[in-house]
């Protein structure tokens, strides 16, 4: 219903606010009533109406966006992530593309896998890996990389993440390499340098659809593995 479409449920108007939670057909009804869905048509089967119904504006969508973003970061808290946060900072990157599209796969895709679902997605993923700082979109060399995972000391870790999305599952490597070339070319670990980090990781990581590929720098070279 977020991407547009619609659902169609039997509506009675004797709902109540304590019946509300009891079955769910009685919370379809409960958010037809307060506004929170429009009607689009109704039919009558026997004795039964239903409705068929739609978010009525994008202001309501933009609510239903963010619950769902809360329940996921919800969800995300209640998940033992430490092999993905080990994974990464010791770049196994066959480990943290499993990972990653195992998690997935139990997520809600509302944003058409655009790539602002998987860069907040994956900025979730990441923000309790332990003392380490996680910014997104942060000033940095000629540009801004998606995502920075650094060590509070700069005698610790840095770690550069561009995301890309490819439309077919064959272009992932391809939209993996691109990701290390932006690092690149932007010149993404500059500031980080300046600031005296000597330990700097770069990661390409590539979606499609419920998959994912991760790909590392290091030295000049480039590997990963895609699940």
């Known amino acids: 219903m977020i991407e547009g479409g619609t659902i169609t449920k039997p509506i009675h108007e004797d709902i109540t606010y304590d019946d509300m939670h009891s079955t769910q057909d009685n919370l379809w009804n409960f958010l037809f009533f307060t506004g929170y869905l429009k009607k689009i048509r109704e039919e009558q089967e026997d004795e039964t109406i239903r409705m068929e119904m739609a978010i009525p504006n994008s202001e309501v969508r933009y609510v239903y966006k963010n619950a769902v973003l809360r329940?996921?970061?919800?969800?995300?808290?209640?998940?033992?992530?430490?092999?993905?946060?080990e994974s990464l900072l010791a770049g196994?990157?066959?480990?943290?593309?499993?990972?990653?599209?195992?998690?997935?796969m139990e997520t809600i895709s509302f944003y058409?896998?655009?790539?602002?679902?998987?860069?907040?997605?994956?900025?979730?993923?990441?923000k309790h890996i332990g003392n380490y700082i996680v910014q997104s979109n942060r000033e940095s060399g000629c540009g801004r990389p998606?995502?920075?995972v650094r060590y509070p000391s700069?005698?610790?870790?840095?770690?550069?993440?561009?995301?890309?999305?490819?439309?077919?599952?064959?272009?992932l490597e391809e939209k993996c390499d691109e990701a290390l070339r932006q690092i690149e070319e932007k010149k993404y670990e500059e500031g980080l340098r300046q600031e005296g980090y000597q330990d700097i990781m770069k990661y390409g990581v590539a979606?499609?659809?419920?998959?994912?590929m991760v790909k590392i720098a290091s030295d000049g070279e480039v590997s990963g593995k895609k699940k």
């Not at 066959?94 to 990653?100: H, K, P, S, V, Y």
């Not at 058409?112 to 990441?126: A, I, K, N, P, V």
């Not at 979606?207 to 994912?212: H, L, N, P, T, V």
Request: charged share 30%; hydrophobic share 35%; net charge neutral.
């Open 71 to 85: 329940w996921f970061e919800k969800k995300t808290e209640e998940k033992e992530l430490t092999p993905l946060y």
């Open 92 to 104: 196994n990157t066959e480990r943290m593309a499993q990972i990653l599209s195992e998690n997935l």
């Open 112 to 126: 058409d896998y655009q790539e602002s679902y998987y860069h907040g997605f994956l900025t979730r993923m990441l």
């Open 146 to 148: 998606d995502i920075l």
């Open 154 to 171: 700069v005698r610790g870790k840095a770690i550069i993440i561009e995301i890309k999305v490819s439309k077919t599952y064959q272009g």
């Open 207 to 212: 979606f499609y659809r419920k998959e994912c």
